[in-house]
């Protein structure tokens, strides 16, 4: 049975950004918990080339009622044009840690 917890990826160009975007999200309480992975190699087409930049990626938890005002949150504070913010359903996962992303988001 599929929750109410989401897990959003966004990435960033660089550590400073994705520090900064995940301790606004996180002291708004827009999402439980970030983790940030270094070094993530995205290979994209963009403006009419392919492109391959090092990027950071944003792995966040959250709940779907406080989604809309983090994908908000992300846009309105990335560098990028069109940041990449993408949510998918946790279908499962352990009723504790799940109901700990609800407690802690809005």
């Not at 950004?17 to 999402?31: F, G, H």
């Not at 439980?32 to 009419?48: D, H, M, Q, R």
């Not at 359903?89 to 802690?104: H, K, M, T, V």
């Amino acid at each position: 049975m599929a929750s109410d917890q989401l897990v959003v990826l966004c990435t960033c160009p660089d550590d400073e950004t994705a520090r900064r975007l995940a301790n606004a999200v996180v002291e708004a309480r827009l999402a439980a918990c970030v983790n940030i992975l270094p070094g993530v190699t995205s290979v994209f087409y963009w403006e009419g080339a392919a492109q391959t930049e090092t990027e950071q990626l944003l792995v966040i938890k959250t709940s779907d009622v406080a989604y809309s005002q983090l994908e908000a949150k992300l846009v309105e504070l990335h560098p990028y044009e069109l940041p990449e913010v993408i949510a998918v359903g946790i279908e499962r996962g352990l009723a504790g840690f799940l109901d700990w992303i609800q407690a802690e988001t809005r």
